[in-house]
């Protein structure tokens, strides 16, 4: 079940990660959680978060959690986005 967990938590943070440049600086630093259904139909809760990174200086971190509280498991993705050439 820990693969389904994995496959949510990418393509969560795919999504997370798809906000233009300009959009994930105006979130920063933020973070939300709601509650998702995995593909077998269990209930799962999705966490966000978006934060300054300290190295490399004026990068953002998104993490991405997905936790199923009853089977005690879960599962995190992290990327970590720079800015583009002249933004900051």
């Known amino acids: ?17 798809s906000l233009t440049w300009p959009e994930l600086k105006r979130i920063t ?5 709601f509650e998702g259904f995995a593909p077998s139909g269990r209930t799962v809760e999705v966490e966000r978060r ?3 990174a300290l190295d490399p ?9 997905v936790r199923d509280a009853a089977a005690r498991e879960g599962v995190e993705a992290r990327a970590i986005l720079h800015s583009p050439a002249g933004s900051r």
């Open 29 to 33: 630093p933020w973070g939300d959680s």
């Open 57 to 65: 200086e004026g990068a953002i971190i998104v993490e991405v959690e």
């Open 1 to 17: 079940m820990t693969d389904e967990l994995t496959q949510m938590a990418q393509e969560e943070l795919n999504s997370a990660c």
């Open 50 to 52: 978006y934060l300054w």
